[in-house]
């Protein structure tokens, strides 16, 4: 559900399947970097297990995304200190219903609000699992990043999530033309076809007409994935970020940049629970540099270097 309406501000949203790979610690350091380089909204998206306040070391915010559903407050008005200079948040919903339970018409709104934010950057933070409204506040960002941890399991959800991601892309686009069910079809029919991919689904329906061909090109133009491996304990770990871009880029045929990497340090556990933010705690460390270097990737469209 990408938009193509004018916005203040970048917006980045991160995802990646299951929980427990760290999206919220990425996305609340990267919100600590970028305010030293603009104005910074954050926005807890894990609707029933927010805990994005915990990353910044403040308590829970007393108003949050539950008043702009049920109370019809506008989405700028729930913006309330970090604590950290140009770093506003909005707050989560605590133990009420999930993300399956925003019908279409408060997401549309939720999105139309989150466009008209006066920011320079609006970060997300998305609960885990893939539903449809998860999946479209991804397509909704310019910066759709997935963190993945070098374990196998991390990996696996990693691809699924990724697959119902592009699925999601192609089949709004194609069923905004009337292409949908065919895209269906095909990929139901994948074995006869000899198809055993998403690359090779996309190969086929683009030969199946010059119009057809047109319109995947233009739809996907532009999309691409920001991989961040996180909890990266030595060389053999971050080189696994390059393996994943590559299945990425010959299955899915998606443009994947390897965007980053941050070290394992087991003070961000102890950051967290002290209720200090790390970036500004740790300012000096290896696993804060990463974050860094990770900020600067982002904004410039650029991969990680391995040496």
């Known amino acids: 559900m990408e938009s193509d309406r004018e916005h203040s501000g970048r917006i980045l949203a991160v995802g990646g399947g299951k929980g427990g790979v760290g999206k919220s610690f990425i996305?609340?350091?990267?919100?600590?970097?970028?305010?030293?380089?603009?104005?910074?909204?954050?926005?807890?998206?894990d609707l029933g297990g927010a805990n994005l306040h915990?990353?910044?070391?403040?308590?829970?915010?007393?108003?949050?995304?539950?008043?702009?559903?049920e109370r019809k407050t506008p989405l700028a008005e729930l913006i309330v200190a970090s604590g950290?200079?140009?770093?506003?948040?909005?707050?989560?919903?605590?133990?009420?219903?999930?993300?399956?339970?925003?019908?279409?018409?408060?997401k549309k709104k939720l999105f139309n609000h989150i466009l008209r934010l006066e920011a320079d950057y609006i970060l997300i933070d998305l609960g885990a699992?893939?539903?449809?409204?998860?999946?479209?506040?991804?397509?909704?960002?310019?910066?759709?990043?997935?963190?993945v941890t070098p374990e196998?399991?991390?990996?696996?959800?990693?691809?699924?999530?990724?697959?119902?991601?592009?699925?999601?892309?192609?089949g709004g686009a194609l069923g905004v033309h009337g292409y949908r069910e065919l895209a269906i079809s095909v990929w139901?029919?994948?074995?006869?076809?000899g198809i055993r991919n998403f690359k090779q689904l996309i190969d086929h329906l683009k030969d199946i007409?010059?119009?057809?061909?047109?319109l995947i090109d233009r739809e996907l133009a532009g999309f691409k994935i920001n991989l961040v491996l996180n909890q990266a304990k030595g060389h053999r770990d971050i080189m696994i970020g390059n393996s994943v871009k590559s299945v990425c880029r010959k299955f899915f045929g998606i443009d994947t940049l390897y965007s980053g990497y941050v070290e394992y340090d087991e003070s961000v556990s102890h950051s967290i629970n002290r209720g200090v933010p790390y970036m500004n705690t740790f300012a000096a460390s290896r696993c804060a540099r990463c974050i860094e270097k990770l900020a600067d990737n982002l904004m410039a469209g650029r991969q990680v270097r391995i040496s």
């Open 27 to 45: 996305i609340s350091s990267l919100g600590m970097s970028l305010a030293r380089k603009g104005r910074v909204v954050m926005i807890d998206g």
């Open 54 to 69: 915990n990353f910044l070391g403040v308590s829970p915010p007393k108003t949050a995304l539950a008043d702009f559903f």
């Open 84 to 106: 950290i200079e140009n770093l506003g948040l909005i707050g989560g919903m605590i133990g009420t219903t999930g993300a399956e339970n925003i019908k279409h018409a408060q």
């Open 129 to 147: 699992g893939a539903h449809f409204n998860t999946i479209d506040t991804v397509l909704l960002a310019d910066d759709k990043i997935i963190v």
């Open 152 to 170: 196998i399991n991390s990996i696996e959800n990693m691809y699924n999530f990724l697959r119902n991601l592009f699925f999601r892309r192609l």
């Open 188 to 193: 139901k029919e994948r074995q006869e076809l």
């Open 209 to 214: 007409s010059p119009e057809l061909h047109r």
